[in-house]
């Protein structure tokens, strides 16, 4: 074998056989499968993941996430096999369906959708959004409007001839790329999309700020690698916990910048730092995002229960015989970290496959 087969033949071998133990198969069927492997890597240069093998490597691949706190329903994923589509027409089909799916009326459904994977190093399908919903971010004289996480995309999608209303909330487009070509643009459909209105249980101005976030956050630009095969587009989602909107988005001040503003309306002092008026209005907004979502129906955890979960994960993972990777720095919440036991731990950070890995930026190369 050439040297990429080789390592090709052992990532998949390595693969083959945790899966298969896992899925509880016979030490036959491992031998069988590993040898039809081998004559496709042999005949072909690569080899294909029978649909067994791509539902339970991408579950495994959110098991082996080090940053996510969520990994405890990581057997629940739905995973939709979109290998055969080609057109980017099918594909962005593919990616309404998956998030109509997902979105389920607000309960929302863990799911990835694959797509076709990298072959001889060279990408087949290729999604350019972060998430497949993102507001827009516009970089005007008086500041920014909208999502300042999202200008160079933003600025992408203009020079394809895309134009957005110019709201601190537009929905970007769906951009896909096949096979090297130039990347195509499409509206997401508005009635499939599920938007949560931001509210407080006691401050009846906080509606006044018209805040708003999407129901389902769904990543979209990592890759996920199986057994050695690389699928460029394999777009996934779970639900949010609230401190991703309420601590990162909305409370960030190089995103929203929401924290001056709620301040200001609460009546606090903001002369000093150890007034703690940040901290105040922080616990506001996370209390007004938690709040808004239940009342509307949609999943979301809090921080203190997801911590709860990972605890439960970390046992469970024990008792099953697994080492538990994780990233202490993004699996401790940013609103107070010290009140959960992920805080007072230490974690191994090694990244172990099948997993989801970061990609550069196409528009921004």
Not at 45 to 55: D, I, K, N, P, S
Request: proline content about 4%.
């Amino acid at each position: 074998m050439l040297r990429n087969q080789e390592w090709l033949w052992n990532e998949a071998e390595r693969f083959i056989h945790l899966c298969y133990q896992e899925l509880g198969k016979s030490e036959a069927e491992v031998e069988s499968r590993l040898q039809e492997i081998q004559q496709e890597i042999r005949r072909t240069g690569t080899y294909t993941h029978t649909y067994e093998e791509l539902q339970h490597g991408a579950r495994m691949a959110w098991r082996n996430s080090n940053r996510c706190i969520g990994r405890l329903f990581w057997q629940t994923l739905h995973v939709f096999d979109a290998r055969h589509l080609e057109k980017e027409e099918d594909v962005v089909q593919s990616l309404f369906h998956h998030i109509e799916f997902a979105t389920n009326g607000g309960k929302i459904r863990p799911a990835i959708t694959v797509f076709k994977p990298a072959e001889k190093g060279m990408e087949n399908v290729r999604i350019w959004n972060h998430q497949l919903l993102r507001y827009a971010g516009y970089e005007t004289e008086t500041g920014v409007i909208g999502d300042s996480s999202s200008i160079s995309f933003t600025k992408a999608c203009e020079r394809m001839g895309w134009k957005g209303e110019r709201t601190h909330f537009d929905i970007l487009p769906l951009v896909i790329q096949v096979k090297g070509k130039e990347p195509k643009w499409f509206h997401i459909p508005k009635d499939i999309i599920l938007e949560v209105p931001i509210e407080h249980p006691e401050f009846p101005w906080f509606k006044d700020l018209q805040l708003k976030w999407y129901a389902v956050p769904i990543i979209s630009d990592m890759s996920l690698e199986i057994g050695g095969i690389l699928y460029t587009a394999a777009p996934f989602n779970g639900w949010y916990m609230e401190t991703e909107i309420g601590a990162r988005n909305f409370a960030d001040d190089y995103r929203y910048n929401m924290l001056p503003k709620i301040a200001s309306c609460m009546g606090l002092d903001m002369s000093m730092n150890s007034t703690l008026w940040k901290d105040k209005a922080l616990i506001e907004l996370n209390i007004a995002v938690l709040y808004s979502y239940k009342k509307a129906g949609v999943s979301i955890v809090d921080h203190h229960t997801a911590a709860q979960q990972f605890k439960l994960f970390e046992q469970k993972e024990q008792q099953d015989g697994r080492h538990v990777t994780g990233d202490w720095t993004w699996l401790i919440p940013p609103v107070s970290p010290a009140t959960t036991h992920i805080f007072h731990e230490n974690y191994d950070n090694t990244t172990v496959t099948p997993n989801y890995f970061y990609q550069s930026r196409p528009y921004e190369l």
